[in-house]
Nanobody, 123 residues
């Protein structure tokens, strides 16, 4: 089991930037995949980005060109934030899953381990 703790959220104005972090502990795997999804006020889940141990990263259309995630840090650098980016951002960890697949499956409970999230509010 992997424990995940997110941080770095906060309140920013539209056009601002944030960098989220995800600290992982427990049993980690060589063939890993880390992704991020966000939950809105009605708890709907939306995949945002994913990166795997090969270094491949994938993004949702909503954040492509504004968010960046890398194999080295797992931490999404979020630029040009918009009010619609507001939500609870949660880190998720799995293994033997490609980043491309993760973007489609990360919001399912069976994906792997989830953190509790960090709130991002854009006004």
């Amino acid at each position: 089991h992997v424990q995940l703790v997110e941080s770095g959220g906060g309140s920013v104005q539209a056009g601002g930037s944030l960098v989220l972090t995800c600290a992982a502990s427990g049993r980690l795997y060589d063939n890993w995949c880390v992704g991020w999804f966000r939950q809105g006020p009605t708890n709907e889940r939306e995949a945002v980005a994913a990166v795997d141990s090969t270094g491949r990263a994938y993004y949702s259309e909503a954040v492509k060109g504004r968010f960046t995630i890398s194999k080295q840090t797992w931490f999404p650098q979020m630029r040009n934030l918009r009010p619609e980016d507001t939500g609870l951002y949660r880190c998720a960890y799995s293994w033997n899953v490609s980043a491309r697949t993760a973007l489609e499956t990360i919001i399912r409970p069976e994906f792997g381990c989830w953190g509790d999230g960090t709130q991002v509010t854009v006004s």
